[in-house]
């Protein structure tokens, strides 16, 4: 009697694992991974709200610059008049459309930080549309999203790891910094949820990389031509080289609409988080020019004790043929 309960139970729970390992199974493929273009925003809380209105501006802003998004038509257009064969053929494409994944031109995904969104992008340019985003909003000063706080572009991603950061930066800065091209440049970088990674050790590797692309790439905190963003988030690297990094306020779209004479008062406490954390962002940029010139006065350094030797060397040739003449 008690065996055909038992064998109910054991199929019921192998349903509710199997279900389980699916549910996981499609939470990863919605996670920020090595190789995905997008948009990293932060908020200050209610993600869900965030990424409503992220879509919504993104979308917005899109359609202006590339057009509407062109969706497959699930009912696919057939009329009576259609021949039998041509609209069998449009059945059976339907179905395989279904069968594969459909893009979409913006994809939320997991970002692996609380307070952190990832925008995943398909066929465009995230730091031109953010840029164009950020644009609007400083011409206009107006206001259109509440919790969204900074838009970074994603334009390349790479692991986490020093080694290979240094690797894939090597080649992704080319455009911007090797010869003939040069800049004005300064590194912002954040660490999230990752601490195999010393922020000065990964400025300096970053700092020399753009140096031997050109010598005459030179660092200003102040206003600086290019900001080189590196946002590391568990074990991915998102990297992105903008301008107007610091006009438009660090790519705040909350600060970026407000007037340049309305300052917050010094003597004001600070309470939100947020700002504590931008605080916190300038003091740590202040650090980094001093690590980057650091790195430049070595190499500078470097080729004056070059030079000296081969000073040095050519008089001690010279003496040595005088001596023997």
């Known amino acids: 009697m008690s065996a055909a309960p038992n064998d109910s139970r054991k199929r019921s729970k192998k349903r509710f694992v199997a279900g389980h390992s699916n549910s996981k199974r499609w939470k990863g493929s919605r996670e920020l991974e090595v190789g995905m273009q997008g948009i990293l925003i932060t908020c200050n809380m209610n993600q869900r709200k965030c990424t409503a209105e992220a879509l919504d501006l993104l979308n917005e802003y899109a359609e202006k610059l590339y057009g509407p998004e062109k969706l497959p038509d699930a009912n696919g257009g057939s009329s009576e008049e259609e021949d039998v064969d041509v609209a069998l053929k449009k059945e059976v494409a339907q179905l395989q459309a279904c069968n594969t994944k459909q893009e979409r031109r913006f994809q939320a995904i997991e970002s692996g930080a609380n307070n952190v969104i990832f925008i995943k992008t398909q066929n465009m340019e995230p730091e031109k549309l953010i840029h164009q985003i950020l644009t609007d909003l400083h011409t206009s000063k107006k206001k259109k999203s509440r919790v969204i706080l900074r838009m970074l572009p994603v334009t390349g991603t790479c692991k986490a790891f020093q080694e290979d950061m240094v690797k894939y930066l090597t080649t992704f800065l080319e455009p911007w910094f090797k010869t003939p091209n040069c800049a004005t440049y300064k590194i912002a970088f954040k660490a999230r949820n990752s601490s195999h990674n010393k922020r000065d050790e990964i400025i300096k590797s970053i700092a020399g990389i753009v140096g031997k692309l050109n010598p005459k790439n030179k660092v200003d905190l102040t206003n600086p031509e290019l900001t080189i963003i590196v946002e590391v988030i568990k074990a991915v690297c998102?990297?992105?080289?903008?301008?107007?990094?610091?006009?438009?306020?660090?790519?705040?779209?909350?600060?970026?609409?407000?007037?340049?004479?309305?300052?917050?008062?010094?003597?004001?406490?600070?309470?939100?988080?947020?700002?504590?954390?931008?605080?916190?962002?300038?003091?740590?940029?202040?650090?980094?020019?001093?690590?980057?010139?650091?790195?430049?006065?070595?190499?500078?350094?470097?080729?004056?004790s070059t030079e000296t030797e081969d000073k040095n060397v050519s008089q001690n040739n010279e003496e040595a043929e005088n001596g023997g003449k």
Do not use: G, H
């Open 238 to 304: 998102c990297i992105s080289v903008v301008k107007d990094y610091t006009l438009y306020r660090k790519y705040n779209v909350q600060e970026v609409v407000k007037e340049e004479e309305a300052k917050p008062n010094a003597a004001k406490p600070i309470t939100d988080t947020t700002e504590q954390e931008e605080q916190a962002e300038e003091v740590k940029e202040e650090e980094e020019v001093v690590v980057v010139k650091e790195q430049e006065v070595e190499e500078e350094e470097e080729e004056e």
